[in-house]
């Protein structure tokens, strides 16, 4: 929350152009909720998109995209960082981006890891058939996470978060996949995240999945919803093939 | 539509106090900015006419939310829990919460009030200060065996688990109470490794009471 000055505010507003599947959308839902921000929320059609959201994002026309003041913002952890830029934590909370270059450079790289990696790798999952480019996906996925939880056991950190006893970047980045386990493990039929192999990343999921902003960001999409709708995606991806 | 709602949070606070300590814990954790007003309980200040008004039960810590007052610092610390649920002081899981409440409860009703500054006047007055200080030492040390028992269990890098929560928002401010009346700690490994911790969180070194606005040392 933030201090008030004497001055009177500027009346803000901000719009959140998005759908209701995309875990990207989900991270920038996390931090409008963390930073409790009054956003308005819109749902796009992604098959059949807003000129709105095509004159937002003409680059990429993709969503998220949050409108602050009139000015479009895109590309999720942008959008995160920038909320946090924006409306920054009183001293006392830790912010989502570190304060400390080192630590912030850390999180971005792990932020980046993220997208790069354990998303492409579940991208080519979606999009692959039954087969060799399925398997090296499902392999490439489960590598990712034996990487995260490796950091969780090794990073001293100070909670039970990335970001310590306060949701961070890379728990932003990281969370919304949550939904999309089931998906994955349905159409991959493999346990992608598995107390054996992954004590300690299974640990952070329930703990993330705890924090109220967290849950009602990820509320939008749940696994069974997820589900439904990536064999629908699916279906369209192979039949292009 | 606005982004941020101007809400005006006040708390009076004394820096030595451990219930005001509780209470800047949580707000600092939260990340809720407040006015800091000091009440002056050496000086007698939590009896004028003014900070009646506030509160007729003369105590510290009191929280003035856009004018809403509640005193108490358990009624305040849920207050905040519900108003601003992120992040939690609680775990998740039903019995953990029972847990958590039982450590607090157990602190804030059956150790701390039987050292507080009005039960130890009395105590030197019936039978000198001596008695004052060893009486302090029972119940703080008699409440640290059963804590440290329960916790042994539980505790991870805090009370409960890694996370932070409201047992220890509550415990560290009776560690430095414990401390005040050279309570020896070694006799309790896992609250002193826990409390060591806790301290060294960020949220937690701004609520301490050398941080704030009012302290001063106390008296040897």
């Given at each position: ?241 | ?17 451990s219930c ?54 358990l ?26 409440r039982q450590v607090v409860n157990n602190i804030v009703s059956s150790i701390q009030p039987l050292q507080n500054?009005?039960v ?15 009486w302090a030492?029972y119940f703080i040390e008699n409440g640290f065996i059963a804590l440290?028992a329960l ?16 047992a220890?928002?509550v415990l560290?401010?009776q560690?430095?109470n414990a ?42």
């Amino acid at each position: 929350m933030e201090t008030t000055g004497e001055m009177s505010e500027v009346p803000q507003t901000l719009k959140l152009l998005s759908a209701w599947p995309s875990m990207f959308c989900m991270r920038v839902l996390i931090a409008l909720k963390l930073k409790r921000l009054d956003y308005e929320y819109q749902e796009e059609d992604l098959l059949n998109k807003s000129q709105f959201l095509l004159s937002s994002n003409p680059v990429h026309k993709k969503v998220p995209v949050l409108i602050h003041n009139d000015k479009p913002l895109c590309e999720s952890l942008i959008i995160v960082q920038y909320i946090d830029e924006v409306w920054p934590s009183p001293p006392t909370r830790s912010p989502i981006v570190p304060a400390d270059p080192y630590d912030r450079a850390i999180a971005r790289f792990w932020a980046d890891y993220v997208d790069n990696k354990f998303h492409e790798a579940a991208a080519r999952l979606m999009r692959s058939p039954e087969g060799e480019l399925q398997e090296q996906a499902k392999k490439d996925m489960l590598g990712c996470l034996a990487v995260f939880d490796e950091l969780l056991r090794d990073l001293s950190l100070k909670g039970p978060f990335f970001g310590g006893q306060h949701i961070g970047l890379v728990d932003i980045a990281l969370a919304p996949y949550l939904c999309w386990l089931h998906a994955f493990e349905t159409i991959g039929a493999f346990k992608l995240l598995d107390e054996g192999r992954c004590p300690h990343l299974c640990k952070w999921a329930n703990d993330v999945l705890e924090n109220p902003c967290v849950k009602e960001a990820l509320a939008i999409a749940p696994a069974y919803k997820v589900l439904e709708f990536t064999k629908v995606y699916r279906s369209m991806a192979l039949g292009h093939e | 539509m606005a982004t941020s709602n101007k809400e005006i949070v006040k708390l009076y606070s004394f820096c030595h106090s451990s219930c005001s300590f509780r209470v800047r814990i949580a707000l600092a954790y939260k990340g809720i900015s407040y006015e800091y007003i000091a009440i002056n309980l050496s000086q007698g200040e939590q009896f004028s006419d003014d900070f009646k008004k506030i509160n007729a039960f003369s105590t510290v810590p009191v929280l003035v939310d856009n004018g809403f007052i509640v005193s108490d610092s358990l009624a305040i610390l849920e207050y905040l829990e519900e108003k601003y649920p992120e992040p939690s002081l609680f775990p998740a899981d039903s019995k953990k919460r029972a847990l958590v409440r039982q450590v607090v409860n157990n602190i804030v009703s059956s150790i701390q009030p039987l050292q507080n500054l009005n039960v130890l006047k009395k105590i030197e007055a019936l039978a000198g200060s001596d008695e004052r200080l060893k009486w302090a030492q029972y119940f703080i040390e008699n409440g640290f065996i059963a804590l440290e028992a329960l916790l042994t269990t539980e505790a991870g890098k805090c009370c409960f688990g890694d996370k932070f929560s409201m047992a220890d928002a509550v415990l560290i401010p009776q560690v430095y109470n414990a401390r005040r009346f050279k309570v020896d700690m070694e006799k309790f490994p896992l609250l002193k490794r826990i409390a060591g911790f806790i301290e060294e969180l960020p949220f937690v070194q701004a609520a301490k009471p050398e941080k704030q606005p009012d302290f001063v040392p106390l008296r040897p």
